[in-house]
């Protein structure tokens, strides 16, 4: 079995805030690397445990979280691609695809740091169904017959999972405390909206991370979970918030066939009254 590891850094235990942990100007910046690449080392135990030949860890966090001296020796750390999905992931070189340090879709009620691509998105669906970043790629990954076996994350993030895949193994290292989704508040209020959370000790968050992700390898090999499908044709509904600058805006893209093409599309975003994507279906 090989793993594609895919990481981000605002799921990670002990990951409080944004501005303070999550950028390279941020004062705890170098710690919450380490934090992340210690839940990272400890799925990668867990999955070598279970049988797991090799380990690909993808750090996808904007401008990286992964601190390469800290990695795991059994791993490879991926990094540097073009922006174009999906990444790397093919079914010649991966079996499965698990993430660590996941955070919920925006616009998530009781998550933490809840968002999409940046705190400026409102909402993604495709065919009508909201996802965030696990979904996008989740849904890349069932295109290419990759299956999705295991995320960690803020328990939101966990509860966005198995409603997307049902059976998908997950563990929750802190849970989020808003309870208002904060759907219509523009990009910088949305920014600071859900910074509150409740978080495990990262030591025990990074022993339950070790036990899910053997658990979820073991059961993959006797259950048949993880293949998130859509039917085609394919159609993505893009919603920006609004800004000081720019009142919210839309993109609407769509393909006949390849989720993975309609993601490489480019936006063509235009001013709409509502941010609510209900109004524009
Ligand atoms: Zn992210």
Same mark, same amino acid.
């Given at each position: 079995?090989?793993?594609?590891?895919?990481?981000?850094?605002?799921?990670?235990?002990?990951?409080?805030?944004?501005? +303070?942990? &999550?950028?390279? %100007?941020?004062?705890?910046?170098?710690?919450?690397?380490?934090?992340?690449?210690?839940?990272?080392?400890?799925?990668?135990?867990?999955?070598?445990?279970?049988?797991?030949?090799?380990?690909?860890?993808?750090?996808?966090?904007?401008?990286?979280?992964?601190?390469?001296?800290?990695?795991?020796?059994?791993?490879?750390?991926?990094?540097?691609?073009?922006?174009?999905?999906?990444?790397?992931?093919?079914?010649?070189?991966?079996?499965?695809?698990?993430?660590?340090?996941?955070?919920?879709?925006?616009?998530?009620?009781?998550?933490?740091?809840?968002?999409?691509?940046?705190?400026?998105?409102? +909402?993604?669906?495709?065919?009508?169904?909201?996802?965030?970043?696990?979904?996008?790629?989740?849904?890349? %990954?069932?295109?290419?017959?990759?299956?999705?076996?295991?995320?960690?994350?803020?328990?939101?993030?966990?509860?966005?999972?198995?409603?997307?895949?049902?059976?998908?193994?997950?563990?929750?290292?802190?849970?989020?405390?808003?309870?208002?989704?904060?759907? &219509?508040?523009p990009e910088?209020?949305?920014?600071?909206?859900?910074?509150?959370?409740?978080?495990?000790?990262?030591?025990?968050?990074?022993?339950?991370?070790?036990?899910?992700?053997?658990?979820?390898?073991?059961?993959?090999?006797?259950?048949?979970?993880?293949?998130?499908?859509?039917?085609?044709?394919?159609?993505?509904?893009?919603?920006l918030r609004g800004t000081?600058?720019q009142p919210p805006r839309?993109?609407?893209?769509?393909?006949?066939?390849?989720?993975?093409?309609?993601?490489?599309?480019?936006?063509?975003?235009?001013?709409?009254?509502?941010c609510?994507?209900?109004?524009?279906?």
């Amino acid at each position: 079995m090989r793993i594609y590891l895919m990481t981000d850094m605002e799921g990670v235990c002990g990951i409080v805030n944004f501005e +303070d942990w &999550c950028v390279p %100007a941020s004062r705890y910046y170098e710690k919450g690397k380490a934090l992340l690449t210690q839940e990272v080392n400890a799925a990668i135990d867990g999955f070598l445990a279970a049988g797991a030949t090799a380990v690909t860890v993808a750090d996808g966090h904007g401008c990286g979280a992964v601190d390469s001296t800290l990695l795991h020796p059994r791993a490879e750390l991926m990094r540097g691609w073009p922006e174009s999905w999906p990444f790397f992931l093919d079914a010649a070189q991966y079996d499965a695809v698990a993430w660590v340090g996941q955070h919920a879709k925006a616009g998530t009620c009781l998550a933490h740091l809840a968002h999409t691509q940046s705190f400026g998105y409102r +909402d993604e669906s495709v065919n009508g169904v909201s996802i965030g970043e696990f979904g996008q790629f989740a849904l890349c %990954a069932g295109e290419l017959g990759v299956r999705a076996i295991f995320g960690s994350g803020d328990q939101a993030f966990a509860d966005e999972a198995q409603a997307l895949i049902p059976g998908i193994g997950t563990v929750a290292v802190k849970r989020g405390t808003q309870s208002d989704p904060g759907h &219509c508040l523009p990009e910088a209020a949305y920014s600071r909206h859900n910074v509150h959370a409740v978080h495990l000790s990262p030591e025990e968050a990074r022993k339950r991370i070790r036990a899910g992700a053997e658990a979820a390898l073991r059961r993959a090999a006797q259950e048949s979970f993880g293949l998130l499908k859509l039917p085609a044709p394919y159609s993505r509904v893009t919603v920006l918030r609004g800004t000081e600058a720019q009142p919210p805006r839309v993109a609407r893209n769509t393909h006949p066939t390849s989720i993975i093409q309609l993601f490489r599309q480019p936006f063509s975003f235009q001013p709409i009254q509502r941010c609510d994507p209900l109004a524009l279906a």
